[in-house]
Each structure stands twice: as structure tokens, then as C-alpha cells.
């Protein structure tokens, strides 16, 4: 019987990062990186200034049409864009470890395995 090892704070399972804020940290890394303010990206790609502002905070889900107009107001690639978003989801993936379980699983009782 296996046990699922929590690495969390508390004890709990540690969470594993949302695709939208590490996309937003993404965009936001890279306007920055480039000087420019969220009106003018914003501006370019035809979006409102605040919801920019709730992407790159990671609040909203933002469509790939909205994703392909920030990454063009921006100059970058989106696939770039997403490649990298996706090496930090891998980067910070939170470890799952399994081992022995000291004791019998209960009717309450959630197990993960992972890859």
C-alpha cells in the first residue's frame, strides 16, 4: 500500500502552478523587459488596460485570440511565449512521492500516483 508523501506547507500537498499566472508573469516579465507600459501594450493589442492588467496578475483566462494579440503588440512569438510558460510549469512542478503506508487507506482517503 502507498501513502502520499504532502510537501506543502502545514503538511498539505504543495499546489501546482495555474497555466494563467504563469502565463500572465510571462507577458508581464516581457513588457517590462521591453520598457513599455500596459496602456501602450494594451493600446497595440486592442484590449482594455485593465484587463491586461487581470491577465498579467493571472485573474483572468485569456483567449488565444487575446494571447496572439498581446504576443504581437509585444513582438514575440506566442509558441515561444507558451514554451517557456510551459518549461516553468515543469521547472515547478510540485514532487509527488510515494511510499509504504504505515497504516490501512480509509473510505476518506485520496491517493495520487505520479509520473
Not at 499546489?15 to 507600459?37: F, S, V
Not at 483572468?60 to 514575440?76: D, F, I, N, P, R
Amino acid at each position: 500500500m502507498l501513502e502520499l508523501v504532502k510537501d506543502g506547507p502545514g503538511g498539505e500537498p504543495a499546489a501546482r502552478p495555474l497555466l494563467r499566472d504563469l502565463l500572465g508573469g510571462e507577458l508581464r516579465r516581457l513588457r517590462r523587459e521591453q520598457g513599455r507600459t500596459l496602456a501602450d501594450v494594451a493600446r497595440h493589442a486592442r484590449i482594455s488596460m485593465p484587463y491586461l492588467s487581470e491577465v498579467e496578475r493571472g485573474r483572468k483566462e485569456a483567449s488565444s485570440e487575446v494571447l496572439a494579440s498581446v504576443c504581437e503588440a509585444l513582438s514575440v512569438d506566442l509558441g515561444e511565449v507558451l514554451t517557456e510558460v510551459g518549461r516553468g510549469m515543469s521547472a515547478r512542478r510540485a514532487p509527488v512521492i510515494m511510499r509504504p503506508a504505515a497504516r490501512r487507506a480509509g473510505p476518506g482517503d485520496v491517493f495520487c500516483l505520479a509520473a
